[in-house]
T-cell receptor, first 114, second 113 residues
Framework: ETGVTQTPRHLVMGMTNKKSLKCEQH?????MYWYKQSAKKPLELMFV???????ENNSVPSRFSPECPNSSHLFLHLHTLQPEDSALYLC?????????????FGPGTRLTVT | DQQVKQNSPSLSVQEGRISILNCDYT??????FLWYKKYPAEGPTFLIS???IKDKNEDGRFTVFLNKSAKHLSLHIVPSQPGDSAVYFC????????????WGLGTSLAVNP
């Protein structure tokens, strides 16, 4: 148990569906991240929120829409996805302080787009 | 172009022996390096890190060595245990990179009893 939870753990959705991924951290951190992990590719950073403000959007298609209502919760809203979006989506959190770079991950949501 | 490279996709080691996982990087601006371990169906777990002002950091059975001139770091696990079997990821960043970690592809370690 890393203190970062993600729901659902598995999701199958059609290309016309709308769904949301949820992440919650119980570590008192103030920065949160969404990553995508695809087979044979390095972890890809999608979004970074620091102190509830989005500070990084790594050229992610608009069919992925993040939301960070407070420092403990992060959502990823999904709509009209493509089959190539099937991947493991990981949420992470960290303490945004100088010299601290360690990020703590949730278990991930395995997404399949049919 | 991959800035962090883990050139060995897999490694097999006998229980009790040393495991050495390697990582190379190309960006000389990186000044902080991290190792993560990942079991199937779980997220990566932070293992150990090292700042570029050091050349070694040790935590129990895990030691990370950094060779800045060679742009190379390695993770030593000794003695290796079957529970260490997992995928190990190397990541790098620098203070001016907006906390962005750049990741390697990982090395799958199998520790055989």
């Amino acid at each position: 148990e890393t203190g970062v939870t993600q729901t659902p753990r598995h999701l199958v959705m059609g290309m016309t569906n709308k769904k949301s991924l949820k992440c919650e951290q119980h570590l008192g951190h103030n920065a949160m991240y969404w990553y995508k992990q695809s087979a044979k590719k390095p972890l890809e950073l999608m979004f970074v929120y620091s102190l509830e403000e989005r500070v990084e959007n790594n050229s992610v298609p608009s069919r992925f829409s993040p939301e960070c209502p407070n420092s403990s919760h992060l959502f990823l809203h999904l709509h009209t996805l493509q089959p190539e979006d099937s991947a493991l989506y990981l949420c992470a959190s960290s303490l945004h302080l100088e010299g601290i770079y360690e990020q703590y991950f949730g278990p991930g949501t395995r997404l399949t787009v049919t | 172009d991959q800035q962090v490279k883990q050139n060995s996709p897999s490694l097999s080691v006998q229980e009790g022996r040393i495991s050495i996982l390697n990582c190379d990087y190309t960006n000389s601006m990186f000044d902080y390096f991290l190792w993560y371990k990942k079991y199937p169906a779980e997220g990566p777990t932070f293992l150990i890190s090292i700042s570029s002002i050091k050349d070694k950091n040790e935590d129990g059975r895990f030691t990370v060595f950094l060779n800045k001139s060679a742009k190379h770091l390695s993770l030593h696990i000794v003695p290796s245990q079957p529970g260490d079997s997992a995928v190990y990821f190397c990541a790098a960043t620098n203070a001016g990179n907006n906390r962005k970690l750049i990741w390697g592809l990982g090395t799958s370690l199998a520790v055989n009893p």
